[in-house]
């Protein structure tokens, strides 16, 4: 009794593998099956990419948002004084830091004072926002205390002052160059208030990561920021750090609770949760256009295999005569086609990771060759373009890739099956 050969047995992988390599005079499809295969690998390659920078830009804008800002900023609800302005101060800030410092999952609380001024260096003037801060609590603000990004010595910051990288460059200073702060709202005087003009040591550069940042901020010790912006013996608000900054949410209630009735929270994620919204709106959409970029690479095969059958019609009717099944030549034609979706998805994936790993000797030579312009921190706010390679976007596109190729492959893999062998050999 013959016993049937099991699926996907050797000589149809050998069948397949003499039909893709068939050139065109012999009625193969080589040059469609180099199409598609090229087709494949730039669509998983465009998609791994895409995928890669998604993330990596993700990354990097909230590791700078959490590396430089508040997780949790505590406040004041405010009461109005007796000039009829609204006081938000806090004037029992180190009671209130140390209730709010016992909540479990709180890493770190930092009370600080803040305001906005004019900074001067000779003939420059920048706006500046300034932070005032003990020396202990900026030297555990990670973005702003990394030695490598960093010139200067923080160590000295109770002797000056602590300015941006963009600060830097738009006053023209360096470390050890004296700048000059005006705050409009200065000394009070019998004839009015009159502006404060103070001038203070750079001691310390630091570079965040992003240019909002930079361009902006400075840092002054916590009793001088007191004297200069009136508020002795107070705080504006205190800067929490927590361990789990994804779940700040969680403790917003434990946070209030602890800071006190007129305490108000605003988080990291109320400041820039409508920018992270809409990122993962733009990612979804960029996965779906390239999804059916994807779609269309694999559409190849089936032009291909379509052609392919065609020509492999005489062939195909000698073979059912032989005893070959539907079976074995419907898994003969998805193996021409599979085959091809999968060399592609490989070397799609190969470029792609390369492509993230090595993303920024790319971007540095696609830069030098368009004379610096092609990336303006000032827009984007972070200065380089970011990759994070991530096992799951390379799983997804490889899954996308391999089940869209493996689908469209059925199609004309069936036609093939169903080949009548009479009809076939009629006019051979």
Same mark, same amino acid.
């Given at each position: ?37 090229? /087709? ?123 300015? /941006? @990288? ?27 208030? @009159? ?112 052609? &392919? ?34 060399? /592609? ?11 993230? +790993? ?12 368009? /004379? ?22 390379? +799983? @997804?596109?490889?899954?996308?890739? &391999? ?26």
């Amino acid at each position: 009794m013959a016993r049937t050969p099991a699926p996907f047995a050797a000589f149809e992988w050998l069948i397949a593998w003499r039909y893709l390599r068939a050139k065109r005079a012999e009625g193969g499809v080589s040059v469609m099956t180099w199409i598609s295969l090229i /087709g494949i690998t730039l669509a998983v390659f465009a998609l791994i990419a895409t995928l890669a920078v998604r993330s990596g830009f993700r990354a990097e804008f909230v590791d700078t948002i959490l590396g430089a800002n508040a997780h949790v900023t505590v406040y004041n609800s405010g009461a109005v004084d007796a000039t009829g302005r609204v006081d938000r101060s806090l004037e029992d800030y180190a009671a209130m830091a140390d209730r709010v410092r016992a909540v479990p999952g709180v890493t770190r609380v930092a009370p600080l004072v803040k305001g906005q001024v004019m900074a001067n260096a000779r003939d420059r003037n920048a706006g500046v926002q300034v932070y005032g801060i003990t020396a202990q609590d900026l030297a555990t603000i990670p973005r702003v205390a990394d030695p490598e990004t960093a010139v200067g010595d923080i160590a000295r910051f109770d002797q000056g002052i602590a300015i /941006g @990288s963009g600060v830097a460059q738009e006053l023209g200073v360096t470390v050890g160059d004296r700048i000059k702060l005006i705050s409009p709202n200065g000394v009070k005087t019998p004839l009015g208030t @009159s502006p404060r003009v103070n001038a203070y040591e750079v001691v310390y550069i630091f570079t965040a990561g992003r240019y909002d940042i930079d361009r902006v901020r400075a840092y002054l010790p916590f009793a001088e920021a007191q004297s200069f912006f009136n508020r002795d013996g107070r705080a504006d608000e205190l800067e929490v750090m927590v361990a789990e900054p994804e779940r700040v949410d969680d403790l917003t209630v434990p946070l209030l609770e602890a800071a006190g009735e007129r305490a108000l929270l605003w988080t990291w994620q109320d400041a820039s949760g409508s920018f992270l919204r809409a990122l993962e709106v733009e990612d979804n959409v960029m996965f779906v256009i390239l999804s059916i970029l994807v779609l269309i690479a694999a559409m190849n095969i089936t032009s291909g295999l379509i052609m &392919l059958v065609k020509n492999k019609g005489r062939d195909i009717g000698i073979l059912r005569t032989m005893g070959l099944t539907e079976g074995s030549i419907l898994r003969v034609f998805f193996i021409c086609g599979a085959f091809t979706g999968m060399i /592609g998805t490989a070397m799609g994936v190969i470029l792609g990771c390369l492509f993230a +790993l090595y993303i920024d000797p790319i971007f540095s030579f696609v830069n030098m060759a368009m /004379g610096g312009q092609v990336w303006d921190p000032s827009i984007r706010g972070i200065y380089r373009l970011p990759a994070q390679l991530r096992s799951e976007d390379v +799983l @997804s596109a490889v899954m996308l890739s &391999l089940g869209l190729s493996f689908v469209v492959t059925i199609f004309p893999a069936r036609r093939a099956a169903r080949m009548n062998p009479v009809e076939a050999l009629r006019y051979e």
